[in-house]
């Protein structure tokens, strides 16, 4: 499967290294490997290039570590602040014993802030196919797919409902937590690929569906999640018992609802601490999150509980709501105590209420933020129960011809990196459904590398700390400003120096290891073995590595790439250079172009 | 100004820099003015995989001996320092590398195993070192500046000595041992906060003193032997006696003088004989197992009256026997080792100052008795290194002390000619009309054999007249009492005496009225002022490092009544507390 | 349970009463005490007469150090566990030695609790929960004669007093978290505050802390709604929260404290929690709560130890208290809202 070839590499990543010898390989072993031993793109909805990207800005390289993420996301300014982070927690770095996940994401949004003010990003676009799409949805999700079907040659266009594009990005989330200009930017760089954009267009009211099939070759609904969910909980109708995401989103069209001094927010996610962090911006002073378990089971960042909490939220955990009360308006909330019962199959934990243990919290609003759903959207086809669309997760197929479905619209509510990763998948696949060829693939690039010049002083560099307003007090003028400061320069640099670049690969060669272990002992943990065996598994890959401690029994000496923290020390210390580096990346390709 | 007394070790893998950190440790506190006295272990094994200590003690007080309890550990390697736990005293310190490579069983850890109220320091050594220097391998140095952050020595004192040591590697070399000294320092003034001391704050106006150096008993041999004028040495290498070697090679040629490795220890002593027989200051070092191959050419010496320096370093034996621990056994061989009546000098120093002063004594004694003079040290002499004003020899001290045969004899030279000291005048070969025939075998005057009865009577009897006589020039014993009647008195020689002078102060400290006597002249020795001294004492008591008792067998004769032996053959220095002890339970019950 | 090993957390209380009871009951256990602080247990409710001069740090020690090695406990001081894994039962810690134990009990007791919005002035604020942290007071007092109280718990109150003892100018600022771990409401916090005014301390009536800055090392500059001042040091007072922080990520179910039965044991098969840092369901409350005291947390302790050993003992109820703070008579119940 590998087919090596030897060829002039001259567009990426450095200046300094032109010509390489580069093989792409889509053995599924290396696809194995990759997922073991670069865990942060592995475990990126979006397989985003994250050692790359933070290389590129140790460098210097704004731009390119900027454009290594606009590859695979096309809004690499937003998700700097608002990604919810799945590599963070499987970052290396983050491992006991090694310290802190390095701060991937806000070295995003320091590529995006450093990046040259006029920077343009050149698009490797496909020929024109004089097909057409309409996207419905201009949220991250629609964003993501109108921007590659217009990539692969579509004539785009991208119907919003609302008036401005960005979809919960824009209305979802508040300023203090994402400026709207630097949405603006990223949203205008998708546009101009000629992307045809009508706002204030409610599909199934203004234009039914089967309308948009007749006159387009596809169209992709992606109009997100917008039912709120509720409690079902007697007095949820109470004038002052707000929902959540209308909450939000009035707040963030400028019509700031009255809430009084004391305000509960019912809720587990980042919503209900965007509503309570709102709140108090409102002027409330008493603001509690109320939730049935307690912190652990909260589904938001450890940053993010810190922050609310240093602007004064309050957590009261282990309850959760049977009735809303007041007579004209809300005036309290009745709880019942809950206990932790075990573990849920699905390893969430389980927790019941106690019977008997009512209480009563008073309170001068509710702000109720327990979720929301996709809203129906009348078109043919086959419904899930509540009238939704359903749609294959793979194909993003309807039961409709020509229609697809993908985003929250079809999964429910996810991330933003998630939506995005989704959007680009539906682009691709309505791309080969019209046109009956693939567009572009994956693949692993293994290349030669020079020496690492990672040093080992900095594996112990500290995280660096997004700064944020402080004291919190600053952080409630008007208007908001961004929480989040954004790094200086300096510390951005020191915080990617902190990446262990696990794209780096340090393999020793056998053939010419003497078994001196000088590698071993100035290995920083146990990361060099002396092995009796090497098992692999079906694909091929390293599955395991059998240890033995009987001298006579060691067959190799083995660089663990999963616990290895490619510190370099075993390459200097070699005598007989038997260590090589190589770098190896999982890259999208364009089939017709050989191009990343 | 608080009194200090704290012994420090460093404990590591060799490899770990254990002995380097233990060096600069010594320096800084001498440095800051105290006293200082340290000695360092390390593995018995010549390719070096083991354990490495240093016992350093720092006071404020001149220091005699090394203590058994250890106020201060400082472990490169918890592996290696577990041994050291029993030697800690009860609130001791204890530095340690809190982030090693790999997890630990429950007590395989250092912290384990000490008693609760050990103050334990833990540290990422090889963490701080890596993140500043980008190698763990200055985490010694990075220990060393945890602990000094702690116990108040100032940063500067530290990083003079370490520039001393490192400014010849290179600036990388050096800045790189600086910023590891840095991060251990840093990171003990933050995270140790409410345990810092400031025990160790340097001593004030201690520039105004006499410069000090950090000097080992070897070394103070090495210089005194150069600065005696020594000309040629010859040797072959063993512990502990090596580094004498080592140190003239690399002094001795610059003075004109030469350093020859020979091909064994006889042929070293033979090489030696023959240097001075021609009149060159000559010497070599040893340490029991070669000791014993000279013994035969040594007493050539005795006999054929000519001169040599022969330093023995003791080690633990017999045979091969221990060669990294200290024992003063070879006192019998020194003394009696040997065919026939063969007299010779026999002096043992008992500190690195006497190391230096006793070697440049020896060669004028060997010069003007005409014999070989046994210099004694040991292992524990040898290696530890004290702080002391820059030894100096005055011009008399190394002059030349042959007795010349007159002008008047010219052409009627008897070589062993009678005289009422037994010394002979002794010509170089080379005087015109000073010829004569030097032999092992027994002689006459002139020097040919003879082997008559009334002869050999006559020349074995001039030459331990000869012998008897030098004691006018050989050191006597020192006593260190009240004077008057003693209730204990202990005598002892070589490395142990400091344990004993120590022990002796405390005993006195507490009431008790006990005296020590030191003893520096083996052979020939102060019979009378022993004696004296003997009569003094309700108790005699002699601490030696040997399971004979080889210098009470020597001197035990001259005691009314039984001498109380206490005889270790542990491979340990004596600490002064088991000496305090016996001290204790001799002294009569209600005495203090 | 022959020749198991019970590893106790904490040296507090708690701890030491769990591990004699233990002792008492069990002789052919093994048990050994894990204690952060470098020193032995001591009352810490002694630590402002110590920091006034009253007594010596010897008279905090509750027993000697021989004691345990003659029970046969195992003793480890200034070591810190910084995981527990229970699946295959084992205690990390800091220095990465690793602890086999069959039977667990955490009493790490409380520490400071600081409310996030005021971590921002960590630095410059400094708090009485250890005897480091007292030694550190006593540095310090050396150097300064003034002191600002933020919070105000019943800790601060003791502290204040010893302070005004030795002649130092003492402000007292109380919040809403006055007189912890005491609930009162804002009138009685009010009148206590007064009291507290009348014996030598000056009440500074103001809502909000806005920002603290140090001037230089014994100077710290004071910014408030309603003036600035300069004082010498600023002792921060909020009460405490259970100490369990390194639990977080262990799966142990923790809301403030460790939640446990009545019986005081965790969901875990023979691991239990006592004293501050065990946050006790019960059945007959219908509700959670957290004992505060040294008196109390013996009693958990020594309850956690016997369940451990197959007793069947419920913690009780805690009563209703009628507590006197400053001659005011205060109702309080022991669940505390922190």
């Known amino acids: 499967m590998r087919e090596k070839s030897s060829y002039l590499d001259k567009t990426l990543n450095s200046e300094r290294e032109v010509i390489r010898n580069v093989v792409y390989s889509t053995d599924p072993a290396d696809f194995s490997y990759m997922a073991a031993n670069v865990p942060c793109q592995a475990a990126c909805p979006a397989w985003t290039n994250v050692p790359a990207y933070i290389r590129c800005l140790y460098e210097g390289r704004f731009d390119r570590s900027y454009e290594i993420n606009r590859i695979v996301n096309v809004l690499p300014g937003v998700l700097g602040r608002i990604c919810s982070r799945p590599c963070e927690t499987k970052c290396r770095h983050g491992e006991r014993e090694l310290g802190q996940p390095v701060n991937i994401c806000h070295i995003k949004r320091a590529a995006s802030d450093f990046k040259e003010p006029g920077h343009v990003y050149l698009e490797q676009l496909f020929a024109p196919l004089g097909k057409s799409v309409t996207v419905v949805g201009a949220g991250p999700a629609g964003l993501a797919a109108a921007h590659d079907l217009a990539v692969f040659g579509f004539d785009v266009e991208l119907l919003e409902a609302l008036e401005t594009p960005g979809g919960m990005l824009a209305y979802g989330i508040p300023e203090f937590r994402l400026p709207r200009d630097v949405l603006k930017a990223e949203i205008d760089s998708i546009l101009r690929l000629g992307v045809t954009l009508r706002t204030g267009v409610k599909v199934g009211e203004d234009v039914a569906v089967d309308e948009l099939l007749k006159s387009r070759h596809a169209v992709l609904l992606a109009a997100g999640c917008y039912a709120a969910r509720q409690l079902d909980v007697p007095g949820e109708d109470l004038p002052g018992v707000l929902s959540g995401l209308r909450f939000v989103m009035d707040v963030n069209s400028g019509r700031a609802p009255m809430l009084g001094k004391r305000v509960l927010v019912l809720g587990a996610g980042f919503t209900a601490f965007d509503c309570a962090r709102l709140a108090l911006r409102l002027g409330a002073d008493d603001v509690a999150i109320c939730i049935r378990g307690t912190e652990e089971d909260l589904r938001v960042t450890q940053d993010e509980i810190h922050e609310a909490k240093r602007e004064g939220v309050h957590i009261r955990s282990l309850m959760v709501s049977t009735r809303i009360v007041g007579r004209d308006r809300v005036e309290g909330v009745e709880f019942l105590r809950t206990r932790i019962e075990g573990t849920r199959p699905d390893g969430r934990r389980k927790v019941v209420p106690v019977d008997g243990s009512d209480f009563c919290v008073p309170t001068d609003s509710v702000i109720v933020a327990v979720g929301q759903g996709p809203e129906p959207i009348p078109a043919p086809g086959e419904k899930d129960k509540r009238n939704v669309l359903k749609g294959d997760p793979t194909t993003f197929r309807t039961s409709v011809p020509n229609l697809y479905v993908a985003g929250d619209f079809m999964t429910g509510p996810t991330t933003v990196i998630e939506s995005i990763a989704g959007g680009r998948r539906a682009a691709e696949r309505i791309a080969e459904d019209l046109t009956g060829r693939k567009f572009r693939e994956w693949a692993v690039r293994i290349h030669d590398t020079g020496v690492n010049d990672r040093q080992r002083e900095w594996d112990f560099i500290p995280r660096q700390e997004m700064p944020t307003v402080l004291p919190a007090i600053e952080r409630f003028q008007s208007p908001q400003p961004e929480v989040e400061i954004g790094y200086s320069p300096e510390p951005a640099h020191e915080e990617s120096k902190r990446c262990y670049l696990c794209y780096l690969h340090y393999e020793i060669d056998i053939d010419a290891c003497i078994y001196c272990r000088y590698c071993i002992d100035v290995a920083p943990r146990d990361c ?45 210390v070699c005598p007989v250079d038997c260590i090589s580096v190589s770098k190896v990346e999982l890259v999208q390709r364009a089939l017709e172009t050989g191009r990343e | 100004m608080a009194r200090v007394d704290l012994t420090i070790e460093v404990c590591g893998m060799a490899g770990d820099g254990t002995i380097a950190a233990g060096g600069l440790l010594n320096e800084a506190m001498s440095a800051g003015g105290f006293s200082v006295l340290g000695f360092d272990s390390y593995p018995a094994e010549i390719r070096g995989f083991g354990r490495c200590v240093t016992r350093s003690r720092i006071g404020t007080e001149r220091i005699f001996a090394l203590e058994d309890k250890t106020n201060v550990l400082i472990s490169l390697d918890d592996v290696q320092s577990r041994s050291r736990v029993p030697y800690l005293a009860r609130d001791a310190a204890v530095f340690f590398d809190s982030n090693p490579p790999v997890y630990v069983e429950e007590e395989m850890s250092l912290a384990a195993r000490v008693e609760p109220e050990t103050t334990l320091f833990g540290f990422p050594m090889a963490d701080l070192a890596a993140a500043a220097a980008g190698t763990t391998r200055g985490r010694n140095l990075t220990a060393l500046g945890g602990f000094a952050a702690t116990f108040g020595v100032p940063r500067d004192l530290f990083v003079e000595v370490i520039t001393k040591k490192f ?166 061989a020194a003394v009696f080792g040997g065919p026939g009546d063969s007299p010779r000098i026999v002096i043992a120093p008992s500190d690195v100052e006497e190391c230096y002063r006793y070697t440049v004594l020896s060669f004028q004694l060997a010069e003007k008795y005409q014999t070989p003079v046994i210099v004694l040290t040991d292992f524990y002499l040898d290696n530890r290194v004290e702080n002391l004003p820059i030894p100096q020899a005055t011009e008399r001290e190394i002059a030349d002390a042959n007795e010349y045969p007159d002008e008047s004899v010219q052409g009627a030279y008897k070589r062993y000619l009678m005289t009422d000291s037994g010394i002979s005048p002794r010509s170089i070969p080379g005087m015109e009309g000073f010829t004569f025939s030097a032999t092992g075998l027994e002689h006459v005057e002139k020097g040919t054999p003879n082997y008559t009865e009334e002869n050999h009577m006559n020349m074995t009897e001039k030459r331990h007249r000869k012998i008897a006589g030098a004691l006018e020039d050989l050191p006597a014993p020192v006593e260190y009492s009240r004077g008057g009647p003693l209730d204990v008195g202990v005598i002892g020689w070589g490395s142990t005496f400091g344990a004993i002078l120590e022990a002796v102060n405390i005993a006195n400290e507490r009431g008790l009225n006990v005296g020590a006597l030191k003893i520096t002249s083996i052979f020939p020795f102060h019979g009378g002022v022993i004696r004296a001294f003997m009569n003094r004492c309700s108790e005699v008591l002699i601490p030696e490092l040997n399971y004979e008792g080889q210098l009470a067998n020597l001197i035990d004769h001259l005691h009314r009544k039984d001498v109380v ?27 203090s | 349970m022959a020749k198991d090993h019970v590893v106790i957390i904490g040296n507090g209380p708690a701890a030491n009463e769990a591990a004699i009871a233990l002792r008492e009951r069990a002789p052919e256990l ?40 003659q029970a046969g406990i195992k003793l480890r001081l200034g070591q810190e566990v910084v995981d527990v894994d229970f699946d295959t039962r084992r205690v990390i810690l800091a220095h990465k030695e690793v602890l086999r134990f069959d039977g667990l009990i955490i009493a790490t007791g409380g520490k400071p609790r600081i409310p996030e919005p005021f971590l921002v002035f960590q630095d410059v604020m400094m708090t009485l929960k250890t005897l480091a942290d007292a030694r550190v007071w006593i540095e310090k007092l050396a150097r300064v004669d003034s002191v600002l109280i933020v919070g105000g718990d019943l800790t601060s109150v003791a502290f204040a007093k010893a302070l005004v003892s030795m002649g130092k100018t003492v402000k007292l600022m109380v919040d809403e978290h006055g007189f912890w771990p005491l609930h009162l409401g804002d009138e009685t916090r009010q009148e206590v505050a007064q009291r507290l005014a009348s014996s030598g301390m000056e009440l500074v009536a103001c809502r909000k802390l806005k920002g603290l800055a140090r001037v230089s090392a014994d100077e710290i500059r004071v910014e408030t709604d309603c003036g600035r001042y300069t004082v010498g040091a600023v002792g921060a007072f909020f009460g405490l929260v259970p100490d369990v922080k390194f639990l977080a990520r262990s799966g142990l179910y923790i809301e403030r404290g460790i939640i446990v039965d009545e019986s005081l044991m965790t969901h875990y098969d023979g691991v239990y929690a006592a004293g501050d840092c065990a946050q006790v369901y019960h059945p007959a409350l219908r509700d959670y709560w957290v004992s505060i005291g040294y008196r109390n947390a013996e009693n958990l302790g020594r309850i956690a130890a016997l369940n451990l050993i197959g007793g069947k003992v419920c913690a009780e109820t805690p009563p209703e208290s009628i507590f006197h703070v400053e001659g005011v008579k205060v109702p309080t119940s022991w669940w505390a809202e922190i």
């Open chain 2, 565 to 591: 032996r206490l005889s270790r053959a542990t491979g340990s220095p004596i600490p002064p507390s088991l000496i305090l002890k016996e001290i204790e339970t001799l002294v009569p019950a209600g005495a």
């Open chain 2, 167 to 332: 400014k010849a590697k290179g600036n990388k070399v050096l800045d790189a041992n600086i910023k590891s000294f840095d991060a251990g320092y840093a990171y003990g003034l933050e995270h140790f906060r409410d345990r810092l001391r400031d025990t160790l704050k340097p001593l004030p106006g201690i520039k105004k003193g006499p410069e000090k150096v950090m000097l080992s008993g070897n070394l103070a041999i090495g210089r005194g032997a150069i600065d005696a004028g020594l000309k040629l040495y010859f040797g072959y290498p063993i512990t502990p006696a090596t580094p004498i070697m080592e140190y003239l090679a690399a002094k001795l040629p610059e003075r004109g003088g030469r350093v020859v490795q020979m091909e064994d220890e006889i042929s070293s002593i033979g090489a030696v004989l023959g240097g001075f027989y021609a009149g060159a200051r000559s010497m070599t070092a040893t340490s029991g197992p070669g000791f014993a191959l000279m013994t035969e050419l040594i007493t050539h010496g005795v006999m054929a009256e000519i001169p040599a320096v022969i330093l023995n370093a003791q080690r633990g034996g017999p045979s091969t026997g221990l060669p990294t621990k200290t024992e003063q056994s070879d006192l019998h």
């Open chain 1, 528 to 572: 060099i073995k002396l092995v009796r065996e090497v098992v692999l598994d079906e694909s091929g890959a390293v599955k395991r590595l059998v240890e033995t401690t009987a001298w006579e029994e060691v067959n190799a000496v083995v660089i663990d790439n999963e616990r290895c923290i490619r510190c370099g020390a075993c390459l200097r």
């Open chain 3, 30 to 69: 093994r048990v050994t005490i894990v204690g952060r602080e470098h020193v032995r247990q001591y009352k810490p409710h002694f630590l402002p007469a110590l920091i006034a001069g009253k007594i010596t740090e010897h008279d905090l020690f509750v027993r000697p150090i021989e004691s345990y090695s």
